[in-house]
């Protein structure tokens, strides 16, 4: 049930983002649109994912917050929508570069991390 919850819960975010967001960026608020449509989406998302605890995380895990489950809905949203209108799944083939290179990202930035946190243990152990 919790794995139930937290596809809801990702969903949820996903979908808000996707069909809001664009909208009132794009539309005649402009910019300050944007800041404030992030700032309402996001905080009613997390608030309603993490607060109310929609999506179940261990107090020990390391999780991806709703970044992923954003990035995943928009992705499956447009190439649902492609596919029935068109029969083609060109949204996600588009998408695989940028995918690629988020994973060469994740890649870099969890090596950096883990050099980092080797250089924090040794302060603490030359402190200590």
Do not use: C, Q
């Not at 960026?25 to 649109?33: A, D, K, R, V």
């Amino acid at each position: 049930m919790k794995f139930v919850r937290s596809t809801i819960g990702y969903m949820l975010a996903g979908m808000l983002v996707m069909s809001i967001w664009g909208g009132v960026l794009n539309g005649e608020f402009g910019t300050l649109g944007g800041i404030l449509a992030g700032f309402f989406i996001i905080g009613l998302a997390w608030f309603v994912n993490h607060f109310l605890g929609l999506i179940h995380h261990a107090p020990t895990s390391g999780f991806i917050d709703l970044g992923l489950g954003v990035g995943m809905t928009g992705i499956f949203r447009d190439m649902w929508v492609s596919v029935l209108t068109n029969g083609t799944i060109t949204p996600l083939t588009d998408a695989l570069p940028t995918l690629a290179l988020v994973v060469v990202g994740g890649v870099i930035g969890g090596i950096i991390a883990a050099i980092v946190e080797r250089d924090m243990n040794r302060d603490k152990e030359v402190n200590a």
